[in-house]
């Protein structure tokens, strides 16, 4: 990372589910990007039909309120990334308490995130749940960073999904009401030793995150994004990670690598050649180049 460099960087954010007309009202990720620090969240709605928050959905209430305790506190570098995480957890908890009224966990909203920092010679980087971190090096080596706990109970509850869709003798996409049950012990699951850790009722969970330093001088270029984007190249396969970095690396405006997706998303409409809980997700990524 040479400091005398341009700096070249985007931040992008669709919403998954959106009815004819709607705006961006719905988006539960959140994405924010400085030249020395930046995030990606990526919130999840308790498992009711309760909202308690005055947004349109907890998750999104969960991501926005922590995203403005990290805009206001992660440039303090006499605190650590880990530190501060905790502070915001018990900060926006307190105030979810107040709406909420139970500590219910399946009731509760939750966030993954891939967040990281410019610290003295040194680039921290912390990911909690699916969020995705590719990192170039001055070789063009790309590395991924994220955790597996999320994504590997995922896959069971979707291998689920698909047995009881053709039990049923329906498209995937409409089976996800079949698998309720096991969506709710998962999200029971959420920050214990047997399930996954993610920011949501514990400081805990940021103890169990990973946390890399990589000197500063040997990165090219940092992407970030939820797995709403990294499904383009973890289940459609339309790129390698690399081919994907590479693409945004060359110029290739993100807008087209996300209308492939969306297409791709579409010619799979039921979920049953690329099988998933919905048609889409939220769909956010940043990029910074040096």
């Known amino acids: 990372m040479d400091e005398t460099k341009t700096i070249k960087k985007f931040t992008f954010s669709k919403q998954g589910k959106k009815e004819e007309g709607e705006t961006e009202t719905l988006n539960e990720d959140c994405?924010?990007?400085?030249?020395?620090?930046?995030?990606?969240?990526?919130?999840?709605?308790?498992?009711?039909?309760d909202n308690v928050t005055p947004e349109k959905s907890d998750a999104r209430w969960f991501t926005?309120?922590?995203?403005?305790?990290?805009?206001?506190?992660?440039?303090?570098?006499?605190?650590?990334?880990?530190?501060?995480?905790?502070?915001?957890?018990?900060?926006?908890?307190?105030?979810?308490?107040?709406?909420?009224?139970?500590?219910?966990?399946k009731i509760r909203p939750s966030s993954t995130i891939a967040l990281f920092r410019v610290n003295g010679n040194e680039?921290?980087?912390?990911?909690?749940?699916?969020?995705?971190?590719?990192?170039?090096?001055?070789?063009?080596?790309?590395k991924t960073l994220t955790t597996n706990e999320l994504s590997r109970l995922d896959a069971q509850?979707?291998?689920?999904?698909?047995?009881?869709?053709?039990?049923?003798?329906?498209?995937?996409?409409?089976?996800?009401?079949?698998?309720?049950?096991?969506q709710i012990?998962?999200?029971?699951?959420?920050?214990?030793?047997?399930?996954?850790?993610?920011?949501?009722?514990?400081?805990?969970?940021?103890?169990?995150?990973?946390?890399?330093k990589i000197k500063k001088d040997e990165i090219k270029q940092i992407i970030?994004?939820?797995?709403?984007?990294?499904?383009?190249?973890?289940?459609?396969?339309l790129y390698t990670a690399k081919e994907f970095a590479d693409?945004?690396?060359?110029?290739?405006?993100?807008?087209?690598?996300?209308?492939?997706l969306y297409n791709a998303q579409e010619q799979d409409s039921t979920c049953n050649n690329y099988p998933r809980f919905k048609l889409r997700d939220d769909t956010t990524i940043l990029n910074i180049e040096f």
């Open 157 to 182: 509850n979707i291998k689920i999904l698909v047995k009881k869709a053709k039990e049923n003798n329906i498209d995937t996409v409409d089976a996800y009401s079949l698998i309720i049950d096991e």
């Open 64 to 105: 926005r309120e922590f995203t403005r305790f990290l805009i206001e506190n992660l440039g303090d570098r006499t605190q650590t990334v880990q530190s501060i995480l905790k502070k915001g957890l018990n900060e926006v908890n307190t105030k979810f308490d107040y709406y909420c009224g139970t500590k219910e966990i």
């Open 247 to 260: 693409q945004i690396q060359g110029g290739k405006p993100i807008e087209e690598l996300y209308m492939e």
């Open 185 to 212: 012990r998962l999200r029971l699951s959420q920050n214990t030793k047997n399930g996954y850790w993610i920011l949501s009722n514990s400081t805990e969970a940021i103890d169990n995150g990973l946390y890399v």
């Open 224 to 237: 970030a994004m939820s797995d709403g984007f990294s499904q383009i190249f973890d289940l459609f396969k």
């Open 123 to 142: 680039v921290e980087f912390f990911v909690l749940g699916d969020c995705v971190f590719l990192i170039r090096n001055n070789n063009n080596k790309i």
């Open 31 to 49: 994405v924010y990007l400085q030249d020395d620090l930046g995030f990606v969240l990526d919130g999840a709605t308790g498992l009711t039909n």
